[in-house]
């Protein structure tokens, strides 16, 4: 138990130590290929996310000051004429993609710009190109930030209700151990109870075959015969009730020693159980430790 308690602290431990290291978050320019053929998108990792989550989310964000709907063609989806103020006081198209890629997505976006795919490369100067390219990316990078940090929170949230579950099962084992001991004392004492009882029909048989015996041996000599015979038929239902109350009791016994069996086991599988769920609360409490640190280290 203590060997595989110290495993499982151990595992708890790298757990907390790896799997919820705060991840940087860094939005690149790069040409990619999308319906419009080979050209620069915003890409951007968002760490501890689902691509369904945060393409809702995305949609919300780049439709916020429009009526325009959101349409979805294959892994693609686009809106046109939509105001995002952040990065342009006119109209623009809004291209993206988003990818799973084990536990982050990945956030491919197009900015159609009067009508040409945003580059910061672009020699146009009908707008500064690098106060445009600077508030994509703030925007881009604000919208993952914010993504990041609603994941965690969720994280955390189910963490929290985690350890209120953990907690029901160790207080409803802690109460079930509580019953079994209490059944497995009333046990052990009837046990004790009926071997003494057993151990006291034994003697009061052993008296009663010696009884009826006697009467046996004196029927053919007693002077009353009647009266004789009467006795013995009475030490003889005697010693039959005294048999029946001692198969009873070895009945008892035997059902007393099997229920201890029972709840000594039960006993000995729930303290384990506790043991496990304590590892679990334990476990968990650091995951929503590590995750609340996390959480503060996003910027």
């Known amino acids: 138990m203590k060997t595989l308690r110290n495993l499982m602290l151990g595992i708890a431990l790298l757990i907390s130590a790896s799997s919820f290291a705060q991840e940087k978050i860094s939005v690149v320019n790069e040409n990619v290929d999308m319906s419009r053929g080979n050209n620069p998108a ?3 990792m968002i760490p501890q996310s689902e691509a369904s989550e945060v393409q809702k989310d995305w949609a919300k964000r780049i439709k916020q000051n429009t009526n325009a709907r959101v349409i979805q063609k294959g892994v693609e989806y686009s809106i046109t004429g939509t105001r995002v103020v952040e990065i342009y006081y006119e109209p623009i198209n809004v291209y993206n993609a988003v990818v799973q890629v084990d536990s982050s997505v ?16 672009d020699e146009d100067e009908k707008f500064n190109n690098e106060k445009t390219h600077q508030d994509i990316m703030k925007f881009v990078y604000n919208f993952a930030i914010e993504e990041y940090r609603k994941s965690v929170s969720n994280q955390i949230e189910k963490g929290r209700k985690k350890l209120i579950e953990y907690g029901g099962q160790l207080a409803k084992l802690e109460k079930e151990n509580t019953t079994f001991n209490t059944n497995l004392k009333t046990n052990e004492n009837n046990l004790k109870e009926s071997e003494i009882t057993f151990s006291t029909l034994e003697k009061e048989r052993e008296r ?76 968990q409490k650091k995951q929503v430790d590590a995750l609340i640190t996390e959480l503060g280290n996003i910027k």
């Open 42 to 44: 915003y890409v951007v």
């Open 106 to 121: 990945k956030l491919v976006t197009l900015f159609e710009i009067d009508g040409m795919f945003f580059s910061p490369r």
């Open 208 to 283: 009663i075959v010696a009884e009826v015996s006697k009467d046996q041996s004196n029927l053919s000599s007693a002077p009353n015969k009647k009266e004789a015979q009467k006795q013995l038929k009475k030490s003889e239902k005697e010693m039959k009730t005294v048999g029946n109350n001692l198969i009873k009791e070895q009945d008892k016994i035997k059902n007393y020693k099997t229920r201890i069996v029972e709840y000594k086991s039960k006993i000995k599988e729930n303290l384990e159980t506790q043991e496990r769920t304590k590892w679990e609360i334990e476990r």
